[in-house]
């Protein structure tokens, strides 16, 4: 099966990042492994990461509360609030990293999942950042690694589910 390219796109001078990338799944499929627990677990983050999911409301007005651990046993949890879910179609949440030193570092992300007429499904994120820095430390935090692995991942869960 054809693995396609995550792409990252961050403009200078902008508070924005946007990450597109093309699966060989249908979009209903896609769409539940966003707001489903137990396929979230099973992708999201990078390789090496497992996740607990500590809260998980994905409808409008819903929120979230994930913990990522590493090899070595430490954690990352992040947080945020669903505005809209739209099934098949959109879904606006926010994010946040609760390790930073200072709270409120809120990221707002709309992400649309699009149909092709191939039977493939396009996932664009759009993420707008609160300031210049927020946007540039996320960026230089491996979020592009961390990004690619857990789409690695969802490629080959949406595999096993399609099989």
Known sequence: MVQYETKIKAEKGKQEIF??????????????AHIEPELQVKWRGPKKFTMDIDKFEPRSGGSYRIIHHDEEGNEFAFHGVYHEVTLPVRIVDTFEFEGLNEPGHVILETLTFEELNDGTTKITSHMLFQSFTDRDEMLESGMESGVNES??????LLENLID
């Open 19 to 32: 990450v597109s990338r093309i699966f060989n799944a249908p979009r209903g499929l896609v769409f539940r």
């Open 151 to 156: 789409y690695e991942r969802l490629d080959d």
